[in-house]
């Protein structure tokens, strides 16, 4: 029994291979034959009753009409047909030599064996019997090496190694391995090898098993609206594992649905073999059809709707735009105002209609002005936007010369219209355009002005006149002046006639004078609603006179008290200009006698001349010379000028040897910053300095306080009217420790109150120390004070300004360092402090280290 649509046989038809040639079937109904001699059932047949089944193949030469018959029998399948063999081939030779016959080998080629894919039958399947005619002489085994046998994929052929039969365990694919090369072998049970190997290939047979498959299930395209039949739009691809060179992947494409079907159902049409979609009818339009939906059918046994598989994709063919309809004017006539003078300003919005795609070249307009402003006064932008165009003022528009426009606009598209396509009257438009009046500035007239006089002019003196004009016309208003700027303040104007006038005398040398130039900025302001002001500048051109008297320079100079050479260079200055001021005549003043005595003065050039001194040498100090410099102006102006030399020893290299000098010579920068960072240097530690005398003054305090009462008194100093010798010199004048309005020691300075820190209201009681004390009675005392001084409301805050005349155990004095002494006390001996104890080291390291 044979399945439907099973693979029979192959036609193998020797014909010109420039014919064409068409093979069909005697009777369709049981089998069918493809354009490449494949032979197919159609149906499942039946051999039950029947020895045998014929199909009458006729080949008929498409040129010349010649045709050929064949008849092929196929016989009944109820018995097993014999399997194909084999044989490893011989031949006989003679072999040279020896004069008998021997067997060789002789080479030849086995055919392939076809195994047709998706077989349903028995596994395993006998292919062909393998056998070499040896066997009949001794036992020998056979075996097959290869892909799919002993190598990967393993197990798809096996042998049997008596007999030699070539099986096949499992159904083929043809598109996982299209055929397989085998080698077959021969040997003895020693495992001889008694016959070489034979090469044998297996051909995996296609069937119609793959569907067609497309490479997108949505494919996108474009085609312009308005192109003509025939214009290519986009191509469509397929694929069909089956093999190509038959027709099982062969495949054919049509188009099934077009959706649209406007203007016409079949605008586009597909090549069935490229899949290249082209148009067929002209009116593709995208203002009326946008886009196009195509199901694409690509079908397989070059398209046999009865036998080939089939398989759909959908096309979507966009309609691109064209720039096929122009602008067009939503009215005829716009409307628009402006004020005058205004600049960059939108007078009228001008809108256009465009069916083609928005935002796209062939939608966006383009304005341009063609006629109404000669002077370019006025300028069109397109909005990206809205695609409106934007009518501004450029230029600025005077409303008394012209009060109106009207202007002549036209619109076109970015790129130019399709051939064929007439604009409409609508692309132009006529814009109006009213110019309203404002209130102007006023003008001067020129501005700025310039004018030259003369310095020194007085005050009250008349200038000139700086006027404006109003450019209102259609107005009448009265202009007023002002001044706005006049830095040395030497002008005014007349608020009424714009008379301008002097107020200070005119000074070229002014240091708001540059290049002999001074500018005065003046506003005249109308009576308009809003106001209206202008500014206009008055340039003066100030000519020099000889109003300045020369002047010498340097005014200090240095000199050696032994000069050499002997001689100063001086200069004299002017701030006039030419012919006000050199070349300049120098002359010593007579008076006093030693100036001529001591000096000479030679003139070297017009503008410097040599003071020298006519004798050897000068004492060192301060020498003023006056010297009489006149300028050579037509009214010549001459002043004495005092020149102060200072004569100074020098070094070798001339140099004075003091450290100031009275030249224009001083401290480097450098050096300048060094002092100050000593100074603030020597501030930092003279503070770290008082802190830590402060704290260990406290610390002292605190030991004393420590001290035992029962100690002995007589290891602290007991007498404190006297620094001179030590425990030795007891005669001590104790009237030092009392409390005199005013007394100060030219040598020491112990804690006295200060007059200018006694209380003005002094009506507490002090206690009174006896003339003789004892040792006890200080100690009583000083509590008694301290006492006395805590309760008065009248004593200063500071207990370091109250008198205490004993420093013993428990003492609440301060630090000792308040305490100096004058240089006219250094002959004095205090060595033996440091014998006294530990509380007068610092007393012997402070007065009793020697010399330094």
């Not at 149906?43 to 030469?61: F, I």
């Not at 602008?327 to 919005?349: K, L, M, Q, S």
């Not at 695609?387 to 970015?414: C, Q």
């Not at 100090?621 to 020893?649: A, H, W």
Request: proline residues 7%; negative net charge.
């Amino acid at each position: 029994i044979k399945r439907k649509e099973s693979f029979i046989f192959i036609l193998l038809l020797s014909w010109k291979e420039s014919s064409s040639v068409w093979f069909r079937v005697g009777d369709p109904s049981d089998f069918t034959v493809s354009q490449e001699g494949v032979i197919y059932t159609q149906r499942n047949l039946s051999l039950v009753g029947k020895k045998k089944m014929e199909v009458v193949v006729y080949a008929q030469d498409v040129l010349s009409n010649h045709t050929s018959v064949c008849v092929g029998i196929l016989f009944g399948l109820q018995q097993p047909s014999a399997v194909p063999e084999i044989l490893f081939p011989w031949r006989n030779i003679v072999v040279m030599g020896e004069g008998s016959l021997s067997r060789v080998k002789r080479d030849w080629v086995i055919p392939p064996i076809n195994v047709a894919e998706n077989s349903r039958g028995h596994f395993p399947e006998d292919l062909v019997r393998i056998r070499s005619d040896r066997d009949k002489s001794r036992m020998l085994r056979y075996s097959v090496t290869g892909p799919g046998a002993d190598q990967p994929p393993t197990g798809i052929f096996i042998i049997d190694p008596i007999s030699g039969h070539l099986s096949v365990t499992k159904p083929l694919d043809r598109e996982h391995i299209p055929n397989f090369h085998l080698r077959a072998h021969a040997v003895d049970l020693n495992g001889n090898q008694v016959e070489n190997p034979i090469d044998i290939i297996i051909n995996v047979i296609d069937q119609n098993d793959n569907v067609p498959d497309f490479l997108h299930s949505t494919f996108n395209g474009s085609v312009p609206e308005g192109s003509k039949p025939g214009s290519f739009v986009m191509t469509v691809t397929a694929v069909d594992k089956d093999d190509p060179k038959t027709a099982n992947g062969m495949m054919r494409y049509k188009i099934l649905t077009q959706n649209p079907q406007s203007p016409s159902s079949n605008m586009f049409t597909i090549n069935n073999r490229t899949g290249d979609i082209i148009t067929v009818a002209a009116g593709l339009d995208r203002e009326k059809v946008t886009q196009y939906t195509l199901i694409i059918q690509a079908t397989d046994m070059e398209g046999n709707p009865t036998f080939g598989l089939s398989n759909t994709a959908t096309t979507v063919i966009r309609i691109t735009d064209v720039n096929d309809n122009s602008p067009e004017f939503t009215t005829d006539t716009f409307f628009g105002e402006v004020h005058e003078n205004r600049v960059n300003v939108i007078v009228a919005n001008l809108s256009v209609t465009d069916k083609d795609q928005p935002h796209t070249s062939a939608w966006r307009a383009v304005y341009r002005i063609v006629a109404g402003d000669p002077t370019g006064r006025f300028s069109i932008t397109t909005d990206p936007t809205s695609n409106e165009g934007l009518l501004t003022v450029v230029k600025p528009i005077d409303f008394e010369l012209t009060r109106s426009f009207m202007l002549i606009v036209e619109a076109v598209n970015e790129v130019p219209l399709v051939r064929g396509i007439q604009s409409p009257r609508q692309s132009t438009a006529t814009v109006s355009v009213r110019i309203l009046d404002m209130n102007e500035s006023p003008e001067f007239s020129p501005n700025p002005k310039s004018i030259k006089l003369e310095e020194g002019l007085p005050a009250g003196s008349l200038l000139s006149t700086f006027t404006a004009q109003d450019p209102d016309r259609f107005m009448r208003q009265t202009i007023r002046y002002s001044k706005i700027y006049d830095p040395a303040n030497w002008l005014k104007i007349d608020p009424f006639n714009g008379q301008i006038s002097t107020i200070a005398v005119l000074d070229r040398e002014s240091h708001y004078i540059k290049n002999n130039l001074y500018n005065v900025t003046f506003m005249a302001s109308d009576e308009g609603f809003p106001p209206a002001s202008g500014t206009g500048t008055l340039q003066m051109y100030l000519l020099d006179i000889n109003d300045n008297a020369p002047q010498v320079f340097p005014s200090e100079v240095e000199m050696c008290e032994k000069p050499d050479p002997n001689a100063l260079n001086i200069t004299a200055s002017d701030p006039d200009l030419n012919p006000h001021t050199g070349p300049f005549v120098f002359e010593l003043v007579s008076r006093p006698s030693e100036i001529r005595r001591n000096w000479t003065l030679i003139r070297v050039n017009g503008e410097v001349a040599q003071l020298r001194l006519r004798i050897g040498s000068l004492a060192s100090g301060i020498y003023e010379v006056p010297i009489t410099i006149t300028d050579s102006g037509i009214l010549p102006m001459s002043n004495t000028s005092v020149l102060r030399v200072k004569v100074c020893q020098c070094d070798h290299h001339g140099d004075c040897l003091e450290m100031g000098k009275i030249n224009a010579v001083g401290l480097g920068t450098e050096a300048i910053i060094a002092i100050l960072l000593c100074i603030i240097t020597l501030l930092v530690l003279v503070l770290l300095f008082v802190m830590w005398m402060k704290r260990r003054d406290k610390e002292r305090q605190a030991k004393q306080l420590l001290i035992d009462p029962e100690d002995d008194i007589r290891d602290n100093i007991l007498k404190y009217d006297e620094e001179g010798g030590g425990e030795e010199d007891q005669d001590y004048d104790l009237s030092q420790l009392q409390q005199p309005d005013a007394l100060e020691s030219e040598c020491v300075k112990v804690g006295i109150r200060r007059l200018d820190e006694r209380p003005l209201h002094h009506d507490h009681q002090y206690p009174i120390r006896s003339t003789a004390p004892h040792p006890g009675d200080i100690e009583d005392f000083i509590y008694e004070g301290l006492k006395a001084a805590d309760h008065d409301p009248t004593a200063p805050p500071y207990d370091s300004l109250l008198v205490f005349d004993y420093e013993g155990s428990g003492s609440t004095a301060g630090s000792l360092s308040s305490l100096h002494s004058c240089s006219s006390c250094g002959d004095q001996e205090y060595n033996y402090l440091s014998e006294w104890g530990p509380h007068f080291h610092k007393l012997a390291d402070l007065y009793g280290g020697g010399d330094d």
